[in-house]
């Protein structure tokens, strides 16, 4: 089945600076590459996903990235804000297949002010 | 628009109870999702129901969960004899009725607590 490494576990950068979250996946059928924003007892929220039709989608300070020939994504942040700290999850499915979201273990961001 | 809706919140069993975690999906999703979440991992796939028909449920343990997604009303997780490792966040999600999930809309989770 399929399975999704996700790195790093944490990462702490200054406001204002970039960060880079990357990910995984071993199944080749994934089409469907959702990243998630967690905070702290509260439910994860969508913040950007990408289909493998395309390799790059952008929405304000958030980017992400898709290799589909090595199988791997990246979540890319801009001028980070404190309010930008929280957990991070990518995810991967197969649309049109089972469906289901197969979770990195999650990448715990800290923006310093 | 109301989002996808979870009662309750927080659910406190002692060992050898019966828990029951209800989903209610977004207005006009017909796809429901349950993830089990344990402290400091990310969310694990239990299930993916649709309306009377369990799609898939190769994440459910064999034994003690079961899962329904009613004609009428919402989804429901069961947990029968809970044990303490049962403790965690359980998160629903629902997407609409697509041909492919699309984008999976979260509920905001019940936290189980097994004593």
């Known amino acids: 089945g399929e399975n999704v490494e996700q790195h790093p576990s944490t990462l702490s950068v200054q406001e204002g600076d970039s960060a880079v979250i990357k990910c995984t996946y071993s199944d080749s059928a994934s089409n469907y590459f959702p990243w998630y924003k967690q905070e702290l007892g509260k439910r994860p929220q969508l913040i950007i996903d990408?289909?493998?039709?395309?390799g790059e989608k952008k929405d304000q300070r958030i980017a992400v990235t898709l290799n589909k020939t090595a199988k791997h994504f990246s979540l890319h942040i801009t001028e980070t804000q404190p309010e930008d700290s929280a957990v991070y999850f990518c995810?991967?499915?197969?649309?049109?297949?089972?469906?289901?979201?197969?979770f990195g273990k999650g990448t715990k961001l800290t923006v310093n002010p | 628009n109301a989002g996808v809706m979870q009662n309750p919140r927080h659910l406190v069993r002692r060992r050898g109870q019966e828990a029951r975690l209800r989903c209610s999906p977004m207005?006009?999703?017909?796809?429901v999702y349950w993830y089990r979440q344990l402290p400091e991992e990310g969310l694990k796939f239990m299930v993916y129901l649709q309306k009377e028909n369990i799609i898939d449920e190769s994440g459910m343990p064999k034994e003690r969960f079961s899962a329904e997604f009613p004609k009428e009303g919402p989804s429901i997780l069961r947990i029968q004899q809970v044990v303490r490792g049962d403790s965690a966040a359980y998160f629903c999600?629902?997407?609409?009725?697509?041909?492919?999930?699309?984008?999976?809309?979260f509920g905001p989770g019940t936290r189980l607590t097994v004593l």
């Open positions: 995810a991967a499915s197969i649309r049109g297949g089972s469906e289901k979201l197969v």
């Open positions: 990408i289909r493998s039709n395309v």
């Open positions: 999600a629902s997407s609409p009725p697509l041909a492919g999930a699309d984008t999976q809309y």
């Open positions: 207005k006009g999703h017909s796809h």
